[in-house]
């Protein structure tokens, strides 16, 4: 079996998942290795010879000088900037203005929708005690991210030049652990305010490359994929 181009340091977190349905969109080929965080390997070298912010995912592509990146939405740019660019690109665009609005909504699901969500997570589930304020700006917030992008969504199918981009697929991650049970188990999906969001994110979650990387997940191991024998 051939090598794989890419290892990803990945954990259970959304974050790195976001960066396995990019590289399953443009047929690459990678490897997954798991960082131990309840032993705080993150916070050890050598891991942090590769990310010094302890966190993941790490990217490194071997056919680039074992080049590396981390944070989630540079490694999703680095992807599409460098083996997605071109008039026949999949998931990014030949117009300019198009690649920085698409760019502006990556931005925003980084700093919008990743902490938000995030933060909405840890008081529900993993802070040493209930703070209903928290929990309620979160949920608040929750919902002011899916207001945001159902506007957005409510005429037409996609955010940029209404086809999929890696604008759209860096939202998929965050939007599952709406189904935790602590995050409403889904709920949101029934709420007419967001029923635009809702139709999105099902059409997004057809795609082979978030099925793939479902699987992947649910497998709960390392592996190697989109390696051809």
């Given at each position: 079996?051939a090598?794989p181009?890419?290892s990803i ?5 959304p974050?790195?998942?976001?960066v ?6 443009l047929g690459?080929s990678?490897?997954?290795?798991t960082?131990?965080t ?7 070298a ?6 010094p912010?302890?966190?993941m995912?790490?990217?490194?592509d071997?056919?680039n000088n074992d080049?590396?990146v ?6 999703i740019l680095?992807?599409?900037e460098k083996y997605?660019a ?5 998931l990014a665009f030949a ?6 609005t ?13 902490p938000?969500?995030g933060?909405a997570?840890?008081f529900k589930n993993f802070?040493?005690?209930t703070i209903p304020?928290a929990i ?5 917030e929750?919902d002011?991210v899916l207001?945001?992008l159902?506007?957005?969504?409510t005429?037409k199918e996609y955010l940029?030049?209404?086809r999929?981009?890696?604008a ?6 965050w ?8 995050m409403g188990?889904?709920?949101w999906k ?6 635009a ?11 082979d490359?978030?099925k793939?990387?479902?699987e992947i997940?649910?497998?709960?191991k390392?592996?190697?994929f989109?390696?051809?024998a």
């Amino acid at each position: 079996m051939a090598t794989p181009q890419f290892s990803i340091y990945i954990h259970s977190g959304p974050n790195p998942w976001k960066v396995i349905i990019i590289l399953e969109e443009l047929g690459l080929s990678y490897r997954t290795i798991t960082v131990d965080t309840k032993s705080g390997d993150q916070k050890k070298a050598p891991y942090t010879a590769l990310n010094p912010n302890g966190r993941m995912p790490t990217l490194v592509d071997h056919s680039n000088n074992d080049f590396v990146v981390w944070e989630s939405g540079a490694i999703i740019l680095y992807l599409v900037e460098k083996y997605d660019a071109g008039a026949d690109s999949k998931l990014a665009f030949a117009k300019f203005e198009s690649n920085a609005t698409a760019k502006q909504w990556l931005m925003f699901q980084m700093s919008g929708q990743g902490p938000y969500f995030g933060q909405a997570a840890w008081f529900k589930n993993f802070h040493a005690e209930t703070i209903p304020s928290a929990i309620e700006r979160y949920d608040k917030e929750i919902d002011r991210v899916l207001g945001v992008l159902n506007d957005v969504l409510t005429d037409k199918e996609y955010l940029v030049e209404n086809r999929v981009s890696y604008a759209d697929l860096s939202f998929v991650t965050w939007l599952i652990v709406l189904d935790w049970p602590t995050m409403g188990g889904g709920a949101w999906k029934s709420d007419e305010r967001f029923s635009a969001v809702r139709a999105w994110y099902e059409r997004l979650s057809e795609r082979d490359s978030v099925k793939a990387m479902k699987e992947i997940k649910a497998a709960g191991k390392d592996g190697v994929f989109g390696v051809k024998a």
